[in-house]
């Protein structure tokens, strides 16, 4: 029994050494390919995390930006906005279209950009021509950007829906009414309420179109000069009904 024993014992090691050898063997051989391996996905992995983490702050900063620009409210901020982050998200047309509508609303308020309340300069001709032509320039971007997707519905109507304000203060109707017409087509069929605004929109463009008659320097002096007369008989006889006794 005792050299069965033995026997046994000497077989085991005999194998463990074979193992630990066959192991050796393997660690000098392939060993070294396999941990390559191994550390590159452990770096891609952390290069991975690490690149999630970098895109979630970028976006963060993005999204600040906006609201400051939204605080600021000055056209500039908006376009540097569409020009560094427009890949993210909607940002992009929301830049724009920010943008565009502070040029728009200089011209609406005639007031410069930038005037407060203790600072409300008039537009000059050259800076309307000019704040018009930079918000033309950019709802245009924002309606050439338009692929038709559902998504971006409401972004092209509201480049469409600016580039007609912009025709209307040029006075150029005829534009005006086919940027309407074309937010009919635009958005009929998902947006009906914004159709029908934009039809009535159409509709009230002639009122736009009517000419007024504005009265001449001369008719303007006479009005001016004219003297009403009043009838004295009815001036007395009001008089003497105040001071008549009760």
């Known amino acids: ?114 005037s407060d309340a203790n600072n409300t300069d008039s537009l000059t001709q050259e800076d309307r021509t000019f704040y018009l032509q930079k918000a033309d320039a950019l709802y245009a971007e924002v309606v050439s950007d338009d692929d038709s997707n559902a998504t971006n519905t409401l972004f092209a109507v509201g480049g469409l829906s600016g580039r007609a304000a912009v025709a209307e203060a040029n006075g150029d109707i005829e534009s005006a009414r086919k940027y309407y017409e074309s937010i009919i087509t635009r958005a009929g069929a998902q947006y009906p309420a914004l159709a029908t605004q934009a039809q009535s929109r159409i509709d009230s463009l002639e009122s736009l179109s009517a000419s007024i008659e504005l009265p001449s320097e001369a008719e303007i002096t006479a009005r001016t000069n004219q003297v009403l007369k009043r009838d004295p008989k009815l001036i007395d006889s009001d008089i003497d009904s105040l001071i008549a006794p009760r």
């Open 1 to 114: 029994m005792d050299r069965d024993r033995l026997k046994d014992i000497q077989t085991a090691d005999l194998s463990d050494s074979q193992v630990n050898e066959d192991f050796v063997h393997w660690l000098k051989t392939k060993g070294p390919s396999y941990l390559l391996v191994v550390m590159v996905v452990i770096v891609g992995y952390l290069f991975y995390i690490r690149y999630q983490s970098s895109q979630a702050q970028h976006q963060g900063e993005a999204w600040i930006a906006f609201a400051e620009a939204r605080v600021s409210g000055l056209p500039a901020s908006f376009e540097d906005i569409a020009a560094s982050y427009g890949e993210i998200g909607a940002l992009r047309q929301l830049g724009l279209l920010g943008a565009a509508d502070g040029y728009l609303k200089a011209v609406v308020l005639n007031q410069t950009l930038g």
